[in-house]
Each structure stands twice: as C-alpha cells, then as structure tokens.
C-alpha cells in the first residue's frame, strides 16, 4: 500500500487553488471533459510502478467526497443523457476503488471524506460543516471548499440523513427499482469495503499500542456512523432495520430515496439525444440534470414499484435464485450479511460505543426468527455464518436456538460451544411448539453449530453424539407430526417445511457417519 507523500500539503494546495476559482479549474468535473478524473488518477497511480513505490499523491478529501457523489448520482447514472456523463461515474469509482487500494482508508483520511452532513450545515458560500460524534459541527476551512452543488447541497452526504438511510434506501432498491439497484450495489459494495478495512487497519494499529491510550477502533468510520443522535434502542432497531429493508411500504416510507426523483428516468426518445445546453459542471452548469422543474417533462413516471417476490412454492427444495428473492439476490444478502458482521464486530470490541453484544444479538433476533423457511436457512447456513467471526456465529446460532427450543432444553454454562455442550443441551430436543417451520428451524441451527464445532475445533464421534443427534431427529419429527392435525399448526406448515425438516436431518445423519468413518480409518 502507498503511503501519501511528503509534498501532498502542497499538492493539496495546487487542487485547492484551481477549485476554489470557477475561472482556474482546467479539470473536475466537467463530464465533457472526463480527462479530469483522468488527471486524478494518474497522479494517484504515477509512483506504483516505480521501485520502490513512490508515495501516492492524494486528492483533498472534498474532492475525494465528489467523486462519491459523481459515481452514484441519477443524472451520471439511471438519467445520464451522454456517454460522457455515464463515464465520468465509472471514472470516478475507479478513482474511489484506486484510493482504497493504494492508500487505504486511514492514510487516505476517508472518515473526513465520507462524512454525513445537512443542508443547513452549508453556509451561502458552501462552506461545508461536518457532523462530529457527540452531535457538534465544526467548519471546514473555506479553502477545502468546491463551489458545485454536487459538492455541497447536491451531494449524497448532504441529501442522505446518514449512512443508515443510503443502506435501507440501496436495499430497498435491490427489491422495487432495479436499475437504481445496479449501481447503489457498486457504492454500498465500495462502501462496506472501506468500513471491513478501515476497522481491521485500526484493529491492528490497537494490537501494536502498548500505552493504554483510546482504542485505535474509536476513530473507525463505522463508529463515527454509529453515533448516537438517538436513544440507544430506537438507534440500533433502525439500524438493524434498515440492513433488513425489505421494500415494504413502511421500509419504503422510513428510508425514502436519497435525491428527489431518483428512480425517474429519460424518456426513450431522448435516450439518443445530445444535450442542447452545454454541460460544465465545472462551473456548476449541469444544463437540464439538476433542474428538476425544467426537466420533469422529459423524464418518465417513476416505474411501477416491484412487488418483493416471494418463493413459488415446489415440490422440493425451491431455486436458490427465487429463495435470495426477498432480499433483493444473491448480492443484496451478501452485504447485509457484512454489516450484521461488522455490527457485531463493533459491539465485541467497543460495547459502550453502539449496545451490548446480546442487545444487539436479540434485535438480530426480532428479524431472522420470523423469516420464511427458505429465507432464514439463507440466514443461518454455514456459508452465511462465514461472514462472521466463528464466536460471533456461534452466539447467533444459541440466541435463535433458545428462543425456539422446548423448555425442558438445559441452558449451557456459557456461550462457548463444546460437542458437551451440543449434545446436553441442543442436539436431542425439538421445538416448543408443533409447528413444522418450527422444528426445522431448530433443526438448521443445530446443523450449523455442528458444522461450525466441525470446523474451528472438531468433533469426535461417540455413542453419546450418535444417540443424541438419533433422539433429536425423532423429537422434533414427532413433534411436527401434530402440526398435521390442527394442534399447534403454524402458518405455512406443509410439505414444502417438512422438506427442509428431513433434508437438514439427513444432513445432521450424514455429518455425523462422515465423522465416525473418518474416525474409524484414522485408527485402523
């Protein structure tokens, strides 16, 4: 990784100077003159091919802030009305991706860069304030200041509330607004990879700190997000919830679209077009794209929102591309799976700074336990838990497992899963109630836990772990069976959930005869 150089106060001094006058800025961002990002780019990557590397020469973080903006705004995106416009958005993610890669979140200083602001924090100069940790804002120096309204009013840090509203916005994309959907998968994509970087640079900067002064992790860019202008609980649910956004009118109504108008898009007969009013976004003249009022008639009504698919229910498992549906793919579910990890990262580390670690844990809760089937096996399957550190996945497993399992199930002496732990308090007892669902829910977490046992620490066949898993098994299909006869029956209980009841036991079956075959060759 790069360092940034010595000179970069004076190169910073060089941008500054050149934006700070409309008349003296030969480039950024004019998208008829994409060189610009060009220029960005080339001084960022000049010395990586020299030996040894030569420092980085870094943009100013205002600039480094526009580029955000430039990568995700509708009218270089979904609205762009040239290829040069469209390019200036690919130009100035590769610029932000080059930034992380060569720099890195802590030398490159993006805490400052992707900083949350408001409207009224712009001053009529646009001198931008910024929102510190404890709620206080504090001016930026008017020489940092771009005079374009991308840069300022116009730009995702000002129009978004925080970082959490672009999260439940991008999310519920990934379900009503597709196109919009393509590319807030980039940014939030981007965005969750300075935050992973940003938080394990920092970890690693504390592991090294012998003098006991604040952790290193206190100026991570994800707490910096997780500030409290709120109570703690209506905090961390609102943030839980907008990980899960699942575009249901009251996900849509708490985290709305970021810039008015956003999923519009050009009419067709104007896709061709060339812009008739010359576009220098230098001198903040963007012609019709952020007009709202002269351009409206040239942009479509926005498409009718997508229903949130839900799985067509088969004879069989259902298609691990109808399954990802309701949380918006494949790659939606992937990043939600991220943040919860990092959430519970933060927590482990710095409890006083967000919740504890079991709060946070029980609003998990509150979401996964009431999934569909198809949708919570996506949740809690070993694939998914990999996401998480194995002691984090481990705690999920046990919160979701206690609160579904029969009374009678002793609670563990502590969190730490053991194979004397499974076996005496998970493996052999069903649900608490007869619900199908139910029964096969435990029976995923148990299957998880074994296989996360498996994996960090090893499991060891015994009569006892036989015996267990065997009691388990017929515990919880007995305890379905009444599902079928109306007692206890739960919504969706069918054939579909008794599916993936017997299919996890044949898993749990199979896991443990691998082990007791591998077992038994190891000592012949």
Not at 17 to 36: N, Q
Not at 42 to 51: D, E
Not at 426 to 446: Q, W
Request: glycine share 6%.
């Amino acid at each position: 990784m790069s360092s940034v150089s010595n000179a970069s106060s004076t190169l910073r001094k060089v941008f500054v100077s050149v934006f700070a006058d409309p008349g003296k800025r030969p480039y950024l961002m004019d998208s008829s003159d994409v060189p610009a990002l060009n220029l960005l780019i080339s001084l960022l990557t000049i010395g990586t091919t020299s030996t040894p590397p030569r420092p980085a020469f870094l943009a100013p973080a205002q600039q480094i802030a526009l580029a955000a903006t430039l990568a995700i705004h509708p009218s270089l995106t979904t609205r762009a009305q040239s290829e040069d416009a469209l390019q200036v958005s690919v130009l100035a993610t590769r610029y932000l991706r080059l930034v992380l890669h060569l720099v890195g979140p802590v030398n490159g200083k993006l805490q400052d860069a992707f900083a949350f602001s408001t409207v009224e924090a712009f001053s009529r100069r646009g001198a931008r304030r910024r929102t510190t940790g404890d709620g206080t804002s504090t001016p930026k120096d008017d020489m940092n200041t771009l005079d374009l309204k991308l840069a300022s009013t116009g730009s995702v840090w000002v129009n978004a509330q925080d970082f959490w509203h672009v999260v439940g916005w991008a999310f519920n994309c990934s379900l009503l607004h597709q196109k919009r959907w393509e590319r807030w998968c980039l940014w939030l994509q981007y965005m969750i990879d300075v935050l992973d970087q940003d938080w394990t640079l920092r970890a690693h900067i504390q592991e090294q700190d012998s003098d006991g002064g604040e952790d290193a992790r206190q100026g991570s860019i994800i707490v910096q997000y997780l500030s409290k202008n709120d109570t703690t609980a209506r905090q961390e649910r609102r943030i839980v919830r907008a990980i899960f956004a699942d575009g249901s009118q009251k996900s849509a109504a708490e985290f709305p679209e970021v810039w008015r108008n956003e999923t519009k898009e050009r009419k067709k007969e104007n896709d061709v077009k060339k812009v008739e009013t010359k576009l220098d976004i230098a001198a903040d003249n963007w012609g019709d794209y952020m007009n709202d009022a002269s351009s409206s008639s040239d942009l479509e009504d926005n498409p009718p929102p997508q229903s949130p698919s839900k799985p067509t229910p088969k004879s069989g498992l259902t298609d691990i591309s109808d399954i990802t549906a309701p949380f918006g793919g494949s790659e939606s579910l992937i990043l939600r799976l991220r943040l919860l990890s990092l959430l519970s990262s933060v927590c482990a580390f710095l409890p006083r700074t967000f919740t504890s670690l079991s709060t946070l844990y029980d609003v998990f809760l509150e979401h996964i336990r009431p999934l569909p089937l198809p949708q919570f096996f996506l949740i809690v399957s070993p694939s998914s838990m990999r996401h998480f550190h194995s002691a984090a996945a481990s705690c999920i497993m046990q919160v979701i497992l206690r609160s579904l399992l029969a009374s009678a199930a002793p609670l563990p002496r502590c969190d730490d899963v053991t194979q004397e732990t499974l076996e005496r308090c998970y493996l052999p007892y069903p649900a608490n109630t007869g619900s199908i669902s139910d029964n096969a829910k435990v029976s995923l977490c148990v299957e998880t836990l074994l296989r996360l046992l498996q994996k960090h620490i090893g499991l060891e066949w015994s009569e006892t772990l036989q015996d267990k898993v065997e009691k388990g098994i017929e515990a919880r299909e007995q305890k379905a069976k009444k599902a079928g006869k109306g007692k206890g029956k739960g919504k969706g209980d069918g054939e579909e959930e008794r599916v993936w009841l017997r299919g996890s036991a044949g898993r749990i079956s199979g896991l443990v005869n691998l082990v007791k075959n591998q077992q038994g060759a190891m000592e012949e």
